[in-house]
């Protein structure tokens, strides 16, 4: 045990010991004392080069907040010149050293902005030859074997994300191309329908083949071909002159990446490496992707590639390679033509990841750093992937072989967006649990703004009450931890409210600037650290397995039914709280020799393509272990090595069962072994649970929903764990009722009596204890609001929200009423809806703070007194309505303070105490 986590221990040792006489520490002192790694983390984002006592400042108060660990970065609005430049490594110095002085982790943040290769257009400046070449292509119909073409109208991906985006990715703010060159011009005979599997049925006409080019488009003609032939596919690459992002798929460009982008920082601190930095953390690594007038085929955007791509991939068969390239690029269905589709995706991928990804890695552990960081993703904010980044075809970014990327990785990570629940954490620790590692590294940021709000106006209005929600799903679907995406140096200015080059407006929220952070984020933040140490030694229960459909991706593209099966899958299964992972091909084997041993089913998702017969033999050996196989969608068509499709042991089902009767309809405990038994409804429970390295049981309840959760837990002799004190409390009623919002930890031996008990026969005829009627009072009227630094009040209806009477104001205000006593005795407020954390007085005593539901405060009956007994309730609410006010990006103000009125309810008074 470290110096610094013995004192945290005797720190909370001391507070065990003014505790109940059965209260004692967690057993477990990691979960006590959580490490940085478990802890919260954050983006930076600098919008200025920063001095000392700023970076000193802020550093400092991320520690105080709970952060422990954060990575720079430059954002936007950061003068791109001034990137890696002397002064801004110095700034990164001051950074580091202080981070150390307080036992934080810094992670390596690789470029400017974000997408990982360009180093801030360094990379390319002087290396002109080293900027991003696409691959274009066009169908040019040929009469007596001649025809003309063209590449016109070349759109950049970046184009919606504003002005500001496209002078980030380009020179002028504009692509322009040079370098054309001719890469491929294959025809086809006029007569031919069915598509050419092998070459001889494909004519190269590249020598009869002539481009004309100026800087944005290119005229293609074909003369002196065989008259017969009736159909021309021409590809044709170039290299952007004013790209700020290197090739990908050169070596020489990646070399130079990493030369102009980690070499100053190694200089900088690199004394630092392996102590307080740790890790390097690349984002979205890829070239800009493209779209233009002639774009037809099986490929939805520009092909990232060098000019040795296409001889390269000769490799896979000279006999097939044209073949190969027209199955690629044109429009088919055919098995054979799709199987040498496969092929090339899978080439491609493996060729961008070894000769990207594998520099970055390597170079990390040459200098003793980890390795982490994500790719582009399909599926933020939602269960389904191909539902973002629609217009990018991205098997031109590794293949979207997540679990390929990984093998390239010490730290898996994945990113998220906005307060959903998503496929995101479940997918990053499937995927590490696949290389042997559990948990990931999750980047959260708010961009959806609320109904009529302006798209990437982001979510100033973010409370800590969502914010912690979000993390505890994300936990419990895999998260090790958050990084926030970010942490702001400055909150921009109201000038003007333009997306990204304000910083106001560059995914919002900055979380220091919300005014419930100062007071309330330390102990979100102990939460998720506890909660994240908690679950990090359980072993995997996952009964269901999903299958990932990488090959059927490469045949078919990354929308379609394959990607609507798993995603209607995936949400279902994480609707019925059956516990899931995903699997990948390379895993079947291993599943079948008992890898997962909780396993019961496995899903195949409008599978269409497999590697081989391989996989074939894989499923009948699970169906055989007892895994019972389920598909829906399309049935299996294509061997990715051409072999002979055979029938899969599969129970194909018309749909994807709803979440009510999945857990039936698969033969699974909706809750898995988790030991504990709902009474009733349990919309919204969510459990997480399996079996520590000391071989005890543990469970993590969390009421997600709207509405009380009641049930019971079957372990014998349990043990609450507390995340918000690191204590530990036996627990002598197993009969539980969850409040929304309400998150619980227990831990019990899985050797005691109850501990294996039939969870489908427990009673579920559970009573919750409610006061009586007569106890409770709703305090609805005569409610006065004052604001921070204002001594004056104005009425306020406390079920509306104070933005009725102040819908610009942001910050915290307080509630101010009173109410009578005929007796004292003890009570308890509860606030039933807030938006924004609370702080309650009684009688100008200070009872506690509640950051997030439920919004419980038990009030002693000493400080009640009979009579007139005064209300003070603080609410800190989110910085929206100041921010957004005037901008037009929100069509009226956004809650903020009470939405309900307080309840109170009054405990029977004890003997001895007094009467009016």
């Known amino acids: 045990m470290s110096a610094e986590r013995a004192a945290d221990v005797a720190s909370t040792t001391d507070a065990a010991n003014t505790a109940d006489a059965d209260t004692v520490l967690a057993t477990d002192a990691a979960f006590v004392t959580p490490d940085a790694w478990h ?175 100026t800087d944005t488009e290119a005229a293609l003609s074909i003369t002196g071909t065989d008259p017969a032939l009736g159909s021309a596919l021409v590809l044709v690459s170039a290299r952007s002159s004013t790209s700020h992002l290197v090739n990908p798929l050169d070596p020489e460009a990646v070399d130079r990446f990493i030369e102009a982008g980690y070499e100053p920082f190694r200089e900088a601190v690199g004394d630092h490496f392996g102590s307080t930095v740790r890790y390097v953390f690349f984002d979205q690594p890829h070239a800009v992707y493209y779209d233009w007038a002639q774009r037809s085929g099986g490929v939805g955007s520009s092909v990232p590639v060098h000019t040795t791509t296409l001889d390269l991939a000769r490799a896979l068969g000279e006999d097939t390679h044209a073949a190969m390239i027209w199955a690629v690029f044109t429009e088919t269905e055919d098995p054979a033509a799709l199987a040498l589709r496969a092929r090339f995706w899978q080439f491609y991928a493996e060729l961008s990841m070894e000769g990207f990804l594998g520099k970055l890695r390597d170079w990390s552990h040459r200098y003793g750093l980890l390795q982490s960081g994500h790719e582009v993703l399909t599926h933020i904010g939602t269960f389904t992937p191909g539902t973002e980044f629609g217009d990018w075809d991205l098997r031109a970014n590794f293949g979207l072989d997540h679990f390929g990327v990984d093998a390239y990785r010490d730290l898996t990570a994945v990113d998220a967006q906005d307060g959903v629940a998503q496929l995101s954490p479940r997918l990053g620790d499937s995927i590490a649990r696949a290389t042997g590692r559990t948990g990931t590294i999750v980047e959260q940021y708010f961009l959806t703004p609320p109904e009529g709000g302006t798209p990437w106006s982001g979510h100033w209005g973010l409370t800590l009450d969502e914010l912690r929600s979000t993390t505890i799903r994300h936990h419990l679907a895999g998260m090790r931890q958050m990084v926030f995406h970010g942490f702001y140096q400055t909150h921009g200015h109201g000038n003007d409210h333009e997306s990204m080059a304000n910083p106001r407006f560059d995914f919002p929220p900055g979380i220091n600037f919300e005014p419930w952070f100062a007071d309330f984020h330390a102990a979100y933040a102990t939460e998720s650290a506890r909660l994240s140490e908690f679950l990090e030694p359980l072993s995997d229960e996952a009964s269901a397995l999903l299958f990932w459909p990488l090959r059927t991706i490469w045949t078919h593209g990354q929308s379609g039914d394959h990607f609507d099966q798993f995603g209607a899958w995936a949400k279902a299964l994480d609707t019925a709280g059956i516990p899931w992972r995903v699997v990948d091909e390379r895993a079947l084997s291993d599943i079948a020799g008992g890898s997962i041993p909780t396993a019961r089913v496995l899903i195949l998702p409008g599978v269409r393509t497999l590697a081989s017969a391989a996989s074939i033999a894989a499923l009948e050996a699970i169906d055989a272990a007892g895994i019972h196989v389920f598909s829906t969608g399309f049935g299996l068509e294509t061997l990715q090595d051409g072999g002979e499709v055979r029938t899969i042991p599969t129970t194909q089902l018309d749909a994807v069962p709803d979440a009510a009767n999945l857990a039936s309809r698969l033969g699974v405990s909706r809750s898995g072994n988790s030991g504990f038994v709902p009474a009733g409804s349990s919309a919204g429970l969510r459990i997480r649970s399996g079996v520590d390295t000391s071989g005890r049981i543990r469970v993590a309840l969390f009421n997600d929903g709207v509405k009380p959760i009641e049930g019971s837990l079957l372990g014998a002799n349990t043990v609450e764990w507390e995340p918000a004190t690191g204590l530990a409390a036996p627990l002598h009623d197993a009969h539980l009722t969850l409040a929304p919002g309400e998150l619980r930890l227990f831990v019990w031996d899985s050797s005691g009596p109850g501990a294996d008990a039939d969870t489908e026969s427990a009673s579920a005829d559970l009573a919750t204890v409610r006061p009586e009627a007569a106890n409770l009072r709703v305090l609805a009227g005569d409610w006065a609001l004052t604001t921070a630094g204002s001594g004056s009040s104005v009425p306020v209806d406390v079920t509306a929200g104070w933005q009725t009477v102040l819908p610009e104001y942001s910050g915290a205000a307080t509630y101010r009423t009173t109410f009578e006593l005929a007796e004292v005795s003890g009570a308890i407020l509860e606030l039933p809806a807030v938006s924004g954390s609370a702080r309650l007085t009684i009688n100008d005593t200070l009872i506690g703070e509640r950051g997030w539901r439920p919004y419980r405060f038990e009030i002693p009956a000493e400080l009640l007194r009979m009579g007139t007994n005064e209300v003070a309730i603080t609410v800190f609410g989110s910085a929206a309505n100041e921010f957004y006010a005037g901008t037009g990006l929100r069509p009226e103000p956004e809650l903020n303070g009470l939405l309900a009125a307080p309840t109170l309810f009054l405990t029977p008074p004890t003997e001895g105490s007094h009467h009016a």
């Not at 802890?39 to 001095?51: G, I, K, R, V």
């Not at 690789?110 to 801030?120: F, K, P």
């Not at 692509?175 to 005979?189: K, S």
Request: glycine letters at 10%.
């Open 39 to 213: 802890s919260p983390a954050t983006y930076w984002f600098w919008h200025h080069l920063p001095d000392e006592e700023q970076v000193r400042t802020q550093v400092r108060q991320m520690h105080a907040a709970g952060i422990k660990s954060f990575q720079v970065q430059a954002r936007l609005s950061f003068p791109m010149h001034e990137y890696l430049e002397p002064a801004y490594l110095t700034a990164c110095r001051w950074a580091v050293e202080e981070a150390a002085a307080l036992g934080m982790i810094v992670g390596f943040y690789d470029d400017y902005n974000w997408q990982t290769g360009q180093a801030g257009g360094r990379a390319v400046a002087g290396h002109d030859h080293l900027r991003e070449r696409h691959l274009f292509w066009t169908r040019i119909e040929l009469s007596q074997g001649a025809g003309t073409g063209e590449i016109s109208g070349i759109v950049s991906g970046t184009e919606g994300l504003g002005p500001a985006a496209m002078a980030w990715h380009y020179d002028g703010g504009v692509p322009l191309w040079t370098d054309w060159r001719i890469e491929r011009a294959l025809a086809v005979d006029g007569t031919e329908t069915a598509a050419p599997t092998n070459s001889a049925d494909v004519v190269d006409i590249t020598a009869a083949t002539r481009i004309e080019a």
